[in-house]
């Protein structure tokens, strides 16, 4: 009680006055203040888009819900609004077009990822087909499919004879996922896959591979991956970013389950929801940046 007493006073009180205080002992708005005291990426644009989003004013309030082409109209209205003398504050301008644009760029981003979630594998459309048999080719380059339907499919971590239906949950992103880990890290992929026909250790590729998608998905639906794209794109991220942020968790997640050592696959969900755990507390840290650059790469297991 006490807790939402104190912030509904602070959002409805304290911080009006204390925003006033600031503003005549510096001279400038919060905006201001955040853009000229707080490092770029993550720390500043979180705080920006705290700041209009916690406003009063509809005009600061849609400012974080504008898209990427109303930004230079929304950047003007702000400094008409404030009564900033961008000729004594040169530099705040271009650091505001920066965090709105990221700001906007992940709405976007979320947008195109879901979009691509919601597109079903169908095995009439020949691209579909034509990404499956290049996963195909990418992990197993020195053994021929036998036919479409096949059990060979089993042999990289699909449940049965056709594919197609392991992509109900994320429809083709969860193939686009695995596609681009094999063609940008295909080292790196082929490891995995070896090391995931462990005889004891052992978890299916793909369809562990899909669960990661669902992970990166959710992570970026919460918002959770704010922190992680303010530092990596000093801009508009795009889907490219997202994938190589799945890759980033194909390749944790096999040396975090090696490390782990769970007694069967039947554990697959509690181990599951303990690196999801780790990458969440990860992402919580404003600095945070999770690409594959400089991972020490696993060894394969005894």
Not at 203 to 217: C, D, K, P, Q, R
């Amino acid at each position: 009680m006490f807790v939402y007493l104190w912030g509904y006073l602070y959002r409805n009180f304290f911080r009006f006055w204390l925003k006033w205080i600031l503003r005549q002992i510096t001279r400038k708005c919060e905006l201001q203040r955040i853009c000229e005291g707080s490092k770029k990426g993550a720390q500043r644009t979180l705080k920006i888009e705290h700041s209009l989003d916690s406003s009063k004013s509809k005009v600061f309030k849609d400012a974080v819900r504008t898209g990427e082409d109303e930004v230079e109209k929304c950047i003007a209205v702000i400094i008409k609004e404030k009564k900033i003398n961008i000729q004594k504050d040169t530099g705040f301008k271009a650091k505001l077009q920066v965090c709105l644009l990221q700001i906007s760029g992940y709405k976007k981003l979320y947008l195109d990822v879901e979009n691509l979630r919601k597109l079903p594998y169908e095995s009439e459309n020949e691209e579909h087909e034509e990404l499956l048999i290049k996963l195909w080719n990418l992990l197993m380059p020195h053994e021929n499919l036998k036919a479409r339907i096949t059990k060979q499919w089993c042999e990289i971590g699909f449940q049965g004879d056709d594919p197609k239906t392991d992509f109900r949950g994320m429809g083709m992103l969860g193939l686009v996922n695995l596609v681009y880990f094999s063609q940008h890290f295909t080292g790196e992929a082929r490891q995995i896959l070896s090391r995931s026909n462990h005889p004891k250790l052992g978890y299916s590729y793909a369809i562990v591979g899909i669960n990661l998608t669902e992970m990166a998905y959710s992570l970026l639906k919460s918002g959770a991956l704010k922190s992680h794209f303010y530092n990596l794109v000093p801009g508009l991220p795009q889907l490219e970013h997202f994938h190589q942020f799945y890759c980033y968790l194909a390749y944790e997640f096999d040396k975090f389950w090696f490390e782990e050592e769970p007694e069967s696959i039947m554990h697959f969900n509690q181990y599951r929801e303990k690196f999801h755990e780790k990458v969440k507390g990860l992402l919580l840290d404003n600095n945070v940046v999770l690409t594959l650059q400089n991972i020490k790469k696993p060894q394969a297991p005894l």
